[in-house]
């Protein structure tokens, strides 16, 4: 079975810093590029960054960017999220999608999603 | 406010078939593909369309999505109690360079 386990959410002071992991289960986790998407309270999905299958490339969003950090242990089919430099408005459920479809960033999907993990900033 | 604009509610009656559209820009919706995914709280989205029309497999065929210019919309026909969740669209946006998304709908079944 194809999924995915985000895990490491909480509730940190502004200025903190926390590590989200997404285990994946039921197939080759180097072959794929994931991306984490979050979703603050009341709003739509706003998407973090992506990580290539090798690594070898990351992209982040302008809101994230030199905050959040992506990475993967592929020997423990893990994916990482670390952010640093905590805001308020940092405050989501972060959930983890694997990158799906033709190898064209612009063409791509996503498939499947965690279940996602809450993370609270406040002081 | 999102990239990507839904209307924040739709409804029907089972058995009824209703539309979700998706409006973006030449950006985003005019020049890429868009997927779609369904969501219910506290679970995992779930992807229901990709590339504009293209459905998964295990997805039931009640399901379609359509695009024309800078817009996309969901069709669901023969609605069913089972569709009751949020729905939202996603594409890439060229100008961004990044995914964006649309705010969701949320689809009662009366």
């Known amino acids: 079975q194809v999924q995915l386990v985000e895990s490491g959410g909480g509730e940190v002071q502004p200025g903190r810093s926390l590590r989200l992991s997404c285990e994946a289960s039921?197939?080759?986790?180097?072959?794929?590029?994931f991306h984490w998407v979050r979703q603050a309270p009341g709003k739509g999905m706003e998407w973090v960054g992506v990580?290539?299958?090798?690594?070898?490339?990351?992209y982040y969003a302008d809101s994230v960017k030199g905050r959040f950090t992506i990475s993967r242990d592929d020997s423990k089919k893990t994916l990482y999220l670390q952010m640093n430099s905590l805001r308020v408005e940092d405050t989501a459920v972060y959930y983890c999608?694997?990158?799906?479809?033709?190898?064209?960033?612009?063409?791509?999907?996503?498939?499947?999603w965690g279940q996602g993990t809450l993370v609270t900033v406040s002081s | 406010q999102s990239v990507l604009t839904q209307p924040p509610s739709a409804s029907g009656t089972p058995g009824q078939r209703v539309t979700i559209s998706c409006s973006g820009s030449?950006?985003?919706?005019?020049?890429?593909?868009v997927n779609w995914y369904q969501h219910l709280p506290g679970t995992a989205p779930k992807l229901l369309i990709y590339?504009?029309?293209q459905r998964p497999s295990g997805v039931p065929d009640r399901f379609s999505g359509s695009k024309s210019g800078t817009s996309a919309s969901l069709a669901i026909s023969g609605l069913q109690s089972e569709d009751e969740a949020d729905y939202f669209c996603?594409?890439?946006?060229?100008?961004?360079?990044?995914?964006?998304f649309g705010g969701g709908t949320k689809l009662t079944v009366l």
């Open positions: 999608a694997r990158d799906l479809g033709t190898g064209n960033i612009r063409t791509n999907w996503f498939g499947p």
């Open positions: 039921g197939f080759t986790f180097n072959n794929y590029g």
């Open positions: 990580i290539w299958y090798d690594g070898s490339k990351k």
């Open positions: 030449s950006s985003n919706i005019g020049s890429n593909t």
């Open positions: 590339s504009d029309n």
């Open positions: 996603a594409a890439w946006d060229d100008s961004l360079s990044g995914w964006v």
